[in-house]
């Protein structure tokens, strides 16, 4: 059947933050990208080791990387076999990432916020991602602990990455999201929306009044209970 569009806002005026379910949540980690084009092999443990020295990057052995996840062996050969059959050189640039998000999303521009997303999957800053950048971030993003996911989810925030989330950044995050729901966002969103929304979320946020939100206050916020409204901002992330 036809599933509802995502990041409907029912009442008119009122700005919220697109709702992902887990199938978006796939999407916006390339597994759905990944997983299409890994084809079962029968093929033992040596054989996907072999094929490391095949690619211009060579990622890490599987046994380090299944160390530094939660993805078992088995399921990291699958993600490798579909990574490699998308990215032969072992890399993926952004223009690339960038690409991918335009076939998931037509109806918006996905550019914006695949440029942010690519940075946070970008580990060492060196304009690619390495398979091994890929599969630490997916296993946080599916199967980390709440205070691993609101890590990896304020590194996204932190454009700059100086360690701090402005009420600048946190603005940019949020508009290039609804940029890329596009039509799925309806009634359209007034131009003021969700800087005044954003400007709430900080508030809460920034404890100590100081213009930034650090790592500390952004976690202790996001765990309150009562932080109803935080929890549905990150939901990407849960």
Request: net charge neutral.
């Amino acid at each position: 059947g036809v599933e509802p569009a995502p990041g409907r806002v029912k009442d008119s005026g009122k700005w919220q933050k697109p709702r992902f379910s887990r199938k978006a949540l796939m999407k916006c980690c390339l597994v759905k990208w990944i997983i299409a084009s890994t084809q079962p092999q029968d093929k033992d443990s040596s054989d996907s080791d072999l094929e490391l020295s095949t690619v211009r990057h060579q990622p890490e052995g599987l046994d380090q990387l299944q160390a530094q996840t939660k993805f078992t062996r088995k399921e990291l050969q699958s993600l490798y076999r579909g990574f490699k059959n998308e990215c032969p050189s072992g890399l993926v640039d952004e223009e690339t990432f960038k690409s991918i998000y335009s076939q998931f999303f037509p109806q918006g521009d996905a550019t914006t916020y695949a440029h942010f997303l690519f940075n946070a999957f970008d580990i060492d800053r060196n304009g690619s991602i390495r398979f091994e950048d890929f599969v630490i971030g997916l296993s946080v993003l599916l199967r980390g602990s709440v205070t691993e996911k609101l890590n990896w989810a304020f590194n996204l925030y932190d454009i700059n990455k100086d360690g701090y989330i402005t009420k600048e950044e946190m603005l940019a995050i949020m508009k290039s999201i609804y940029d890329m729901m596009g039509r799925y966002t309806y009634p359209c969103v007034r131009d003021e929306a969700p800087s005044e929304h954003v400007d709430k979320f900080f508030q809460k946020m920034d404890r100590n009044r100081d213009g930034v939100v650090t790592i500390e206050e952004f976690i202790e916020t996001c765990q309150k209970p009562s932080a109803q409204v935080l929890h549905s901002m990150f939901r990407l992330f849960s």
